[in-house]
């Protein structure tokens, strides 16, 4: 990703200042996001796609390499996080996949959530909980999914998850793009596989 963000960027002929003004991120986080010093978290990521003007996924992989149906072994997954992460750890899936409206993740939260910031974007999220307890943390409340359990809501509600119990669950992340639902007049269950 490190280069991605760099090539990006340089293709749109935007400086670092200039990219920092577009997402809200500052000038020398940037710089060291580029300089793989440190791994964005995926709201950072949303940010920085839409102020590239590219989807989400192609922060993780190059745009020649997209397929129209990618398949992701549980072995092949990427991770996007260092492994000894402290916080929430990340692991790609789908990253060659064509154009998309959303993006898929693994996603193991950390069991204490305090230092994690809360996290808000635009689009929406759905998380779904294969392995373990996890637990949503909202301004407004809290919600303890187990294993089975699923949430959908608006990602710009500011939020976080952490592990319940003594180990990491496992969590599916699903991240879809803000769009403009006017282009897409079709009732959202117009056909059923």
């Avoid at 010093?37 to 995926?42: F, M, T």
């Avoid at 129209?68 to 996007?80: G, N, S, W």
């Avoid at 407004?140 to 699923?150: A, E, K, M, N, V």
């Amino acid at each position: 990703m490190i280069n991605r963000v760099r090539r990006l960027r340089k293709e749109r002929l935007l400086t670092l200042e200039a990219l920092a003004e577009r997402s809200g991120i500052t000038k020398s986080y940037l710089s060291k996001v580029e300089r793989g010093q440190s791994v964005p978290s995926i709201a950072v990521c949303a940010k920085l796609a839409k102020a590239l003007d590219v989807s989400l996924d192609s922060l993780f992989a190059d745009a020649d390499d997209l397929d129209e149906v990618t398949v992701t072994r549980a072995a092949e997954r990427r991770a996007l996080t260092d492994p000894d992460e402290p916080g929430t750890r990340y692991e790609g899936m789908a990253l060659d996949a064509g154009a998309k409206g959303m993006t898929p993740f693994m996603l193991y939260p950390p069991l204490d959530a305090g230092p994690v910031p809360f996290r808000d974007h635009p689009g929406e999220e759905f998380v779904f909980v294969h392995e373990g307890r996890a637990e949503l943390i909202l301004p407004s409340r809290t919600l303890t999914l187990d294993p089975g359990d699923c949430v959908y809501f608006k990602a710009t509600t500011p939020h976080k998850l952490r592990s319940l119990g003594t180990g990491r669950a496992t969590v599916l992340l699903l991240v879809s793009s803000d769009h403009d639902t006017a282009d897409d007049a079709r009732p959202p269950h117009s056909r059923l596989p």
